[in-house]
């Protein structure tokens, strides 16, 4: 559904597909697509402040081929990294409801079983990591919820085998703010390439 703000915006509300390497042992899971952002350009965190926050951070760690990201015609490659989200569409009202996220959760499910080498998951806010959690027990694993706060840089180890690493989201709201510094976001990738055994 688009808002009415955005009624004459025809990229509105479109789904974006994910991107990266499909042999990736690290996924970035986020929260929905931008709605100027990767709803315009058909790639997740291009065209927007939080991408700009972001790819040069996957660039310094490793795992991206150039720190700018501008266009899928821009040449950017991902290596040993997938980037997908919770929810597929810009939601409505900035924030994806809970029929929204279940609606969508089939998609991140059939993804997840396909990238058959992932080791390592970067939650970027807590609704992505509340997303995987939820994916974890559609698994059949039990999730006592109180022992998986979400806080900067926590680590757990999933009952699947999965770890994962939650972290501030690099929305402008918290890059703007200090909330999340380069320095904080960067540790976290580094901190994924060697749970992933990549260094």
């Excluded at 700018?68 to 997908?84: E, F, P, V, Y």
């Excluded at 969508?104 to 939650?123: F, G, K």
Aim: hydrophobic share 35%.
């Amino acid at each position: 559904m688009r808002r009415r703000a955005y009624m004459d915006w025809e990229y509105w509300g479109r789904p974006v597909p994910s991107f990266g390497d499909p042999e990736a042992r690290v996924l970035a899971l986020g929260l929905a697509p931008g709605a100027h952002g990767s709803n315009r350009t058909g790639r997740p965190f291009t065209g927007d402040g939080s991408g700009e926050f972001l790819y040069p951070v996957l660039y310094e760690a490793g795992f991206a081929s150039q720190p700018k990201a501008t266009s899928i015609q821009d040449g950017m490659k991902l290596h040993d990294l997938w980037i997908t989200s919770v929810g597929r569409c810009a939601p409505p009202g900035n924030k994806p409801t809970p029929e929204e996220l279940r609606n969508c959760s089939p998609w991140l499910d059939q993804e997840m079983a396909l990238l058959r080498d992932l080791r390592v998951v970067v939650c970027l806010g807590r609704i992505a990591f509340d997303g995987l959690l939820a994916h974890e027990q559609r698994g059949g694993s039990r999730i006592v919820r109180a022992e998986f706060p979400f806080g900067h840089g926590n680590e757990f180890t999933l009952p699947s085998g999965l770890k994962t690493i939650t972290s501030y989201h690099p929305s402008l709201q918290n890059t703007n703010t200090g909330k999340l510094t380069k320095v904080m976001f960067l540790k976290v990738f580094v901190r994924a390439r060697e749970l992933a055994g990549l260094n």
